[in-house]
T-cell receptor
Framework: DTGVSQDPRHKITKRGQNVTFRCDPISEHNRLYWYRQTLGQGPEFLTY????????KSRLLSDRFSAERPKGSFSTLEIQRTEQGDSAMYLCASSLLMLRNYGYTFGSGTRLTVV | DAKTTQPTSMDCAEGRAANLPCNHS???????VYWYRQIHSQGPQYIIHGLKNNETNEMASLIITEDRKSSTLILPHATLRDTAVYYCIGSTGNQFYFGTGTSLTVIP
């Protein structure tokens, strides 16, 4: 297991189209997180899962966004009816819930460009 | 999560120690101080974290003031590969709220 894997690395889509990103976490990690990062800003929290349960969603996650982690392993993030403001890097991270959390392991992200 | 304040940018000569400060005066008792860095076009990378005591690992040292209102990340011998944006975050570990961080440039 070489880390958190995200697919695709880059996605260009036309405004109004739907897109789906996939994240494969480190296999023994039971927590999975989605972040969004725009140019010049730090990553912004979107949502996280513990196993298959989605425990928290940011107000940034509008009703056009949905995330799933059906079997507690990989996760998908779908954006419906994309808008130009959705253009960003979408980062996935995973961690192992433990008494002393040693932080996340991030993937390299999916860069979305909406034209 | 605690609001943190960091300088926007810093330079450091290659081979010298890089000392990156962070103010977190509103940090609560159960929040750790975490440091991450992000090299261009990559995801953030965990560096170190601590609660009260100073911490050291193979990447860096973390010095936390006794009142926990500020901390300093120390990269003992900076290399060109340490050029990155460094984020200081106060968190219980459930989720992290990144600010804009400090852009560190290591100069040859």
């Amino acid at each position: 297991d070489t880390g958190v894997s995200q697919d695709p690395r880059h996605k260009i889509t036309k405004r109004g189209q739907n897109v789906t990103f996939r994240c494969d976490p480190i296999s023994e990690h039971n927590r999975l997180y989605w972040y969004r990062q725009t140019l010049g800003q730090g990553p912004e929290f979107l949502t996280y899962f513990q196993n298959e349960a989605q425990l928290e969603k940011s107000r940034l996650l509008s009703d056009r966004f949905s995330a799933e982690r059906p079997k507690g392993s990989f996760s998908t993030l779908e954006i419906q009816r994309t808008e130009q403001g959705d253009s960003a890097m979408y980062l996935c991270a995973s961690s192992l819930l433990m008494l002393r959390n040693y932080g996340y392991t991030f993937g390299s992200g999916t860069r979305l460009t909406v034209v | 999560d605690a609001k943190t304040t960091q300088p926007t940018s810093m330079d450091c000569a290659e081979g010298r120690a890089a000392n990156l400060p962070c103010n977190h005066s509103t940090i609560s008792g159960n929040e750790y101080v975490y440091w991450y860095r992000q090299i261009h076009s990559q995801g953030p990378q965990y560096i170190i974290h601590g609660l009260k005591n100073n911490e050291t690992n193979e990447m860096a040292s973390l010095i936390i003031t006794e009142d926990r209102k500020s901390s300093t990340l120390i990269l003992p011998h900076a290399t060109l590969r340490d050029t990155a944006v460094y984020y200081c975050i106060g968190s219980t570990g459930n989720q992290f709220y990144f600010g804009t961080g400090t852009s560190l440039t290591v100069i040859p």
